[in-house]
């Protein structure tokens, strides 16, 4: 399974983000899909997660990022809305084999929100 992100960048503090990640292979397995995050000095955090319909948040990012999925596209998604600087991070995409349980992991994209 290969995991494409994109979508990150320079925003200032207050505006919107979205990320996009792609899921190509052999994605019959993958259930789970989410995003981490990590920033520099810090441990890689997660950020939110999609299975089966049902989404959970970060404390720190609840009521300010969505996730979503298009399962046609075997793709997920963040909408990150009121992005504060402590946001700044590398966000990875993650996606598990329910089958396996091993978590495939995206090569990352930045996200950096100036103040």
């Known amino acids: 399974v290969r995991l494409v992100e994109s979508g990150g960048g320079l925003v200032q503090a207050g505006g919107s983000l979205r990320l996009s990640c792609a899921a190509s292979g052999d994605t019959n397995s993958i259930n789970d899909m989410g995003w981490y995050r990590q920033a520099p000095g810090k441990q890689r955090e997660l950020v939110a997660v999609i299975a089966a319909g049902s989404a959970n948040y970060a404390d720190s990012v609840k009521g300010r990022f969505t996730i979503s999925r298009d399962n046609a596209k075997n793709t997920v998604y963040l909408q990150m809305n009121s992005l504060k600087p402590e946001d700044t991070a590398v966000y990875y995409c993650?996606?598990?084999?329910?089958?396996?349980?091993?978590?495939?992991w995206g090569q990352g994209t930045q996200v950096t929100v100036s103040s």
């Open positions: 993650i996606a598990r084999d329910t089958v396996t349980q091993y978590v495939y």
